[in-house]
């Protein structure tokens, strides 16, 4: 089994920055990819950024060039960190961790992130 516990998220004003982390534990040695989604009330889960176990990365065309996920494995956990600057009003949703393994997917509980314009 494969536990999940973000972090990070909250208000920001339009052009500033916030950090969120998604620490994997537990059975992590098949988790294949790791991943930001985010939810508007009324609207489907969409990838933001994600991260496979090679180090390979995607993003949303929308946040391409202000966003960065990166990984770190370290004290039995996978840490994925998504970097968010230059942040807009259209940011403002919640983000859920999403972790990809061998016996399944497990969703982060969200974290909410809203940005002032």
Known sequence: QVQLAESGGGLVQAGGSLRLSCAASGSIFDISFMG???QAPGKQRDLVAGITSEGTTKYADSVKGRFTISRDNANA????FLQM???KAEDTDVYFCYVYYGLGSLWGQGTQVT???
């Open 77 to 80: 956990k996978i840490t994925v």
């Open 85 to 87: 600057n230059s942040l």
């Open 115 to 117: 940005v002032s314009s």
């Open 36 to 38: 930001w989604f985010r």
